[in-house]
C-alpha cells in the first residue's frame, strides 16, 4: 500500500454500523505506518466545493482507481487507519489530484493560523 491508493475499510455509516467502503490513502505517518485516509462516497450532492474533490468516469485516472462510479473524495471525512484495517487495495488515483487533494488539506488546516497567533499574543499581553 501507498499513499494515492484507493482501498477498501470499514468505515462508520450514518446509522452507526460499519461497512467497507472506499478510502483513499492520503499521508502515512509515523511512526507504525498508520495512514490518513479520507472517505469516498457516490454521494456527489455533498462534495464541499473548493474543498473536496471529485473524480468522474471522465477523468483520467477513473479507470485506475478502481471505483465504479463518480464519487467524491470527501476530505472531511478523515480517519487514521492502521495497516490491519485496510481490506485491500481496489486503484489510484493520478499523482496530481493526490498533491492536489494534499495541499488543499493542508491550506485548510493552517487557514487564519497567524491571525490566531497574533490574538493569542494579544491577550497574553493583557
Known sequence: MK??????TPLPQADGATKSRPALLLR??????????CGISTQ???AVPEFDDIISK???DFTDSGLLSSSVIRLGFLAVLPNQRIVGTIGQVA??????LLKT???HLVANLEESANKAIDSDKE
Open 105 to 107: 488539506l493542508s491550506k
Open 95 to 100: 499523482s496530481d489530484r493526490h498533491t492536489r
Open 28 to 37: 502515512e505517518l509515523p511512526p507504525f505506518g498508520d495512514y490518513l485516509a
Open 3 to 8: 499513499e494515492g491508493d484507493v482501498i477498501l
Open 44 to 46: 456527489l450532492h455533498r
Open 58 to 60: 471522465d477523468d483520467t
